[in-house]
Structure formats: structure tokens, C-alpha cells
């Protein structure tokens, strides 16, 4: 008896071993549906539109993008994270650690109910004031070590790359700043204006006006000069410790459950539409900069992004919800 039980669980294992590469190459057999947690023309959509696009043509499906934002992305998130795990339900986005350290309870496990698949790119955030504010990254922290509190910024709002990027800035650099959330584009126009004294957006939202000179760029936070403002210092060039650098990228991710070889058949299409000349003209030209990795460095990054992420919650005081 034991004999036959041992017989049929390893015929059993060995149809489930066959069944994933199968199911690898008919996918994908329908429609996909790319959910983003966040309202359209924001990074993290612009991004995924432009990759999905050429990865539907290279595949020969049709590849849907549906905004879902609210609840800091966990609605959208949620929807992913529950979804069938065949491969035909992608989720993109570019705060899924910084969601997870500010939302308490969740209704999904950020480590545990996601893949991490493949990192479009990296859109770095720039240091930014009003046009003659201030000359350079040392003088704006200057000023607010000289007034303690007495500085503000602006953001799109609590969790945004921008709220982050700001407080990873002070914590690093020892200072403190007032933080002022807008719901709408007036975020930026405010420190144009000279009313609020500086802001950190990605530069995918800052790039017409700084091309245009209304806005001051002061530094970029990455590791390397940006191609979209190759004349803007880094953080380190600027004189700051690599530690005030907060990195926001758009990534995919599938539901945990997903057979392993679709994961790496969609890491190989999305890596081959980001290779082509017109795609990465596109993403340039919104900030985003290339930022390569296996699917298992990826994997390991995003643990360590998440990680990250709950120290600077507590470093800065953040209130979570």
C-alpha cells in the first residue's frame, strides 16, 4: 500500500514538474491584464504603457492596462494579489515598499503574496527649488540647519515617492523640514512660486519645468548622473552620504503562486522589449533611466527595498495608518 501511495505522489510530482513548462509556453493564451495602483499619466502607468505595449507585440496578445488607485495602492495591490496565479494578471508599481511601511494592516503580506519579476528602470528624484532660491543642495541644507523646522516641502501626498525621497534627504543630511501634501499638480507650481521652499519629485514630474527654467535643480538622488539631466550633480557629488539616495523604480510583480517558468518567461519579454532603441527613447524621455537585474538580484533588492523602507519610516517619525 505505502508502495503505491510513494508511486502515485511521485507520478503526481512529475506531471506538475511537465505542467509548468507547458503552461510557460502557451502563455499567454488570453488577454493580460496589467493593474497599476495608481492614477494614469503617474510614472509607474506612463511606464507600463510603453513596455506592455511592444511586449504584446513581441507575444502576439493583447495587453490591458487598468488604473486601480486608493488606499495608498492596496486596492489595486490586493486585486493582484488574489488574482489567479497563471500569469495573465500583472501588477506594476513603484511604492509597493513604501505602501508597506506606511499601511499597517494591509490586506495582503508584501513579501509573501507577490513575485518580484523585473525592474523597468530607475526614475530618479531631484532635489528642486524655486528658480535663484538657492545655488546648490549645501546651501538649501544650510538654511534649514540655521532655522530648525523652519523649511517645508511639497508632495503629491503621504507614501509618495516625493514624501520619501524628502525625508530620506533629512534623516541623512540631519535636518528637519515642515511636509505640505497636495492632491493636485499645484505641488510644484507652489515652489515655483517661491511659496514653499523645496520639493524632491521624480524627474518624470519635474523635467518640463526644469527644461524650462522655472524650477532649480539642486541634485539628483541615484548613484549615477541622469541622462534626462546630465548636468545636475548626484547627491554624493553634491557632498551627501550614498545614504540620501531613496531609490524609486516601477517594477512588475506576479502573484506568489505563479509557476516559475512563466515568471521567467515574462522577465525575458519584458528584458527583450526594454533592450529595443525606441523603447528606451520613450522612458528617457520621461526620467526613467535603465536599472538592469536578474530576476533573482531583483528578488534579493526588493527585500532589502522593503527592509529599508520600515527603517526610514521609524528614523523620520512618519506616522503609519
Known amino acids: 500500500m505505502k508502495t503505491m501511495l510513494r508511486s502515485a505522489a511521485v ?62 495602492g492596496s486596492i489595486g495591490g490586493n486585486t493582484v494579489a488574489k488574482a489567479t496565479p497563471d500569469g495573465h494578471t500583472i501588477l506594476v508599481w513603484g511604492s509597493i515598499a513604501a505602501a508597506n511601511a506606511l499601511y499597517t494592516k494591509l490586506p495582503y503580506d508584501t513579501l509573501n503574496d507577490f513575485t518580484p519579476v523585473a525592474v523597468f528602470g530607475q526614475t530618479p528624484l531631484v532635489v528642486v527649488t524655486g528658480a535663484g532660491r538657492y545655488k546648490t543642495l549645501a546651501e538649501l541644507v544650510a538654511a534649514a540647519k540655521a532655522k530648525p523646522g523652519a523649511l517645508n516641502y511639497s508632495t503629491v501626498g503621504v507614501g509618495s515617492a ?85 531609490p524609486f523604480y516601477t517594477a512588475a510583480y506576479l502573484p506568489a503562486k505563479t509557476p516559475h517558468a512563466i515568471a521567467e518567461k515574462l522577465y525575458a519579454e519584458i528584458t527583450k522589449a526594454l533592450a529595443l532603441p525606441s523603447v528606451q527613447e520613450r522612458l528617457t524621455t520621461v526620467g526613467v533611466d535603465p536599472m538592469p537585474m536578474t530576476m533573482a538580484e531583483f528578488g534579493e533588492f526588493f527585500k532589502k527595498d522593503v527592509a529599508n523602507n520600515l527603517e526610514l519610516v521609524k528614523a523620520a517619525k512618519i506616522p503609519t495608518q
Open 162 to 246: 516625493a514624501h520619501f525621497g524628502a525625508e530620506q534627504l533629512a534623516v541623512s543630511a540631519g535636518i528637519s523640514a515642515q511636509h505640505v501634501p497636495f492632491k493636485g499638480g499645484e505641488w510644484l507650481t507652489e515652489v515655483m512660486a517661491g511659496r514653499l521652499d523645496f520639493a524632491v519629485p521624480p524627474v518624470a514630474s519635474a523635467i518640463g519645468l526644469l527644461r524650462d527654467g522655472k524650477l532649480t535643480p539642486l541634485a539628483i538622488s541615484s548613484a549615477t548622473r541622469s541622462p534626462s539631466l546630465p548636468n545636475v550633480p548626484t547627491m554624493v557629488e553634491a557632498g551627501f552620504k550614498a545614504d540620501a539616495v531613496y
Open 11 to 72: 507520478a503526481a510530482l512529475i506531471s506538475m514538474s511537465a505542467l509548468a513548462p507547458a503552461a510557460a509556453q502557451d502563455w499567454p493564451s488570453r488577454t493580460v491584464t496589467v493593474i497599476v495602483p495608481v492614477p494614469a499619466g503617474v510614472t509607474s502607468d506612463i511606464v507600463a504603457r510603453v513596455v506592455f505595449e511592444q511586449v504584446g507585440k513581441q507575444v502576439g496578445q493583447t495587453f490591458i492596462v487598468e488604473n486601480r488607485p486608493g488606499a495608498g
